[in-house]
């Protein structure tokens, strides 16, 4: 199988590079990662040179016009600026004519100074910075390894990125500290003009031990009931005005087109895990020897992404429990996270049940469901409206092409008369 073949067969992959594998300057009690507790050893775990350019120069063979690289850790900025100095180069250097090159950063925020942010606006990275709330919130569980709250310090990093009018969004961990504070956090983002919000519940397990079921710190009724609260909040009368990333993929759906979220897509996304040494994973939540698919320094892209680990993987989210496959609510879920659906031990092995947020995502599909049928069906009305006027000078497709409103679906099934 050549190159490209195998790169049909898992187009559009996305790169997640651990970039300085687990070491952090932050030592969050809930981190499923890093293992540093906040103090990093003298020679930082970054990404080797020569693995790094094999990859990317490799990686831009098969690009296909456009390319993802997704930059995470621990916290990857402490790779230092160097190391992104030449992350951009080679990609420049290696990137055939016309190819989109997108790069993200999740980062804790508290090393961003005016010229990382100079550097991020430079060449357009979308960072993502992890806040938990207030102060008080935030500075409970997110501390550095002297106990002391990263509240202050984040804020600062995000005052820089605004100086250099650097896209960002927010990433809150929610946990026993947040819960419960659904409206207090919503009003800390209005407050603070955070319009891009994602969620993420607070789980106890080890990335690097799969072979463990989760431990969750908050019940799957405490995160529906958080759900729901922040629903309410953000739904405005049919007119929400910040992007939350649930409510935005739940909406996708309601519009009639694909979630981009991985938890609520039919199959898990192509993608690369990648450590500093190179070794590949097909997901961040299964990063294990068992799980290893080759070595991105050592092993071609063609047996990486034909490796049977990573086949396995990628049966694993459509396989579902029959509880799933009869759900009135499976065409928003699919079954949610593959991690999340490894349950306890019976007879000595880890079964595969439903999401263990089961339950979350059954109560807040129900309690907005109406709402979200009125909002999906009144944005595809305006788009369609709208692109018939510009694309189609006024007159509507014929039944069975596709919706001008931009869903994947036919006109005749659609926004056509009667369908709606």
């Known amino acids: 199988m050549s190159e490209r073949r195998a790169t049909n067969r898992h187009s559009a992959v996305t790169v997640m590079w651990k970039t300085v594998s687990e070491d ?3 030592a969050c009690d809930y981190c499923y990662y890093s293992t540093c507790k906040g103090k990093p050893g003298p020679n ?23 390319v993802v690289f997704a930059w995470q850790g621990g916290e990857p900025l402490l790779a230092g600026h160097a190391f992104f100095e030449q992350v951009v180069r080679l990609q420049a250097l290696h990137a055939p004519p016309r190819t989109i090159i997108s790069n993200s950063l999740q980062t804790n925020g508290t090393l961003i100074d005016d ?25 409970a569980r997110r501390v550095n390894a002297a106990g002391k709250g990263s509240f202050d310090r984040v804020m600062a990093g995000i005052r820089h990125l605004r100086r250099h009018r650097v896209d960002f969004n927010i990433l809150t961990v929610v946990h026993k500290g947040n819960v419960g504070k659904a409206k207090e956090l919503m009003a800390f983002y209005r407050d603070n003009g955070f319009d891009y919000i994602q969620f993420i519940p607070c789980m106890d397990f080890r990335s690097q031990r799969v072979d463990q079921p989760g431990v969750y710190e908050i019940t799957p009724r405490e995160y529906g009931n958080f759900l729901c609260e922040v629903f309410d909040d953000w739904y405005r009368d049919g007119r929400p005005d910040l992007s939350i990333r649930f409510f935005d ?7 009639n087109r694909e979630a981009e979220l ?3 897509r039919a199959e898990c996304p192509a993608s690369l895990v990648l450590e500093p040494n190179g070794d590949a994973y097909p997901c961040d939540f299964f990063i294990s020897d068992e799980w290893k698919i080759g070595n991105v320094g050592s092993d071609s892209l063609e047996d990486v992404l034909s490796h ?3 086949e396995r993987f990628r049966r694993m989210k459509p396989t579902l429990p029959d509880s799933c496959r009869t759900c009135e609510w499976l065409r928003l879920c699919y079954g949610g996270c593959p991690r999340n659906r490894l349950q306890g031990p019976e007879g000595g092995a880890v079964q595969a049940g439903p999401d263990f ?7 807040v599909y129900a ?15 305006e788009l369609f409206t709208r692109n018939v006027r510009l694309y189609l000078n006024g007159k509507p497709p014929g039944r069975n092409e596709p919706c001008p409103c931009g869903s994947v679906k036919k006109y005749k099934a659609c926004c056509a008369p009667g369908s709606l």
């Open 262 to 264: 991985c938890v609520h």
């Open 367 to 381: 309690y907005t469901h109406e709402r979200m049928e009125r909002l999906g069906r009144q944005l595809r009305q």
């Open 24 to 26: 952090c300057n932050l």
């Open 357 to 363: 947020f089961c339950e979350s995502y059954r109560q």
């Open 115 to 139: 010229r990382w942010a100079s550097f991020f606006q430079a060449y357009r990275f979308l960072i993502g910075v992890s806040l938990d709330g207030p102060r008080e919130i935030h500075d």
């Open 249 to 255: 993929n739940m909406l996708s759906v309601y519009m």
């Open 308 to 310: 049977s680990n990573y």
């Open 44 to 66: 930082i775990n970054r990404i080797d040179s020569s693995v790094l350019e094999t990859f990317i120069r490799n990686y831009m063979k098969v690009s296909r016009g456009a």
